[in-house]
């Protein structure tokens, strides 16, 4: 039996997946992965996600260079949620150019921008 | 406007939460917020996480003790997924008795256990 047939799949055939900077310990990213996605993933060493708004399969950085080269790859105990550690390519993993995508904190009942850009989008996405 | 109407519910109305050691910086759980979970949260400085398969409120910590004390609540992004550094009381986050949900990771196509149980079950859940 194949690690993927342990996967409890979600109603739409979908994974949460968390990506964590090996180094920093830093929490990047959460997306989802499908079948293909972590099968991809696990084969290629390089984060693959399904994007739910291009209903598509998605490898990280195709884009914007900014792939995540996976060094682990953990399930948690009841088998819904994935974990990457990861090297984040250009210490950038948000779309915003910034290091993380949760950049907005909790502050006095507002969700409040507590880190910075590091590269202008437009500099990204050409 | 509240911070909670700034979070796209899903079609369950609901968001992804990670819990993150904040000393650590270990990935400790994935689970569930509802609006009244976030609410919780926030107010008493200590995870709420809504139960799927109990279908009601959660207190992280209400039978084991492992209570998550909230040092920082963070959004995505796309607002799709929380993120709570936190306190794990105990040192222990899952129902198995280890540090972290995430204790299998993936080696040579298989997930292998990595992580020791701290405490066995039996005592934690009396």
């Given at each position: 039996m194949s690690f993927l047939d342990e996967v409890p799949w979600n109603g739409d055939g979908l994974i949460a997946a968390v990506a964590q900077d090996?180094?920093?310990g830093r929490v990047l990213t959460v997306a989802w992965m499908n079948r293909e996605a972590l099968k991809q993933t696990s084969e290629k060493g390089e984060a693959v996600y399904w994007s739910?708004?291009?209903n598509k399969l998605w490898r990280k950085g195709?884009?914007?260079?900014?792939?995540q080269k996976v060094r682990e790859v953990r399930i948690d105990c009841d088998a819904d949620a994935i974990l990457l550690k990861v090297d984040q390519v250009g210490g950038i993993a948000c779309h915003t150019g910034r290091e993380s995508c949760f950049f907005r904190k909790l502050e006095g009942g507002k969700w409040v921008t507590v880190d910075p850009v590091l590269k202008d989008p437009s500099l990204i996405y050409k």
């Open positions: 090996a180094t920093s739910r708004s291009r195709e884009q914007s260079g900014h792939v």
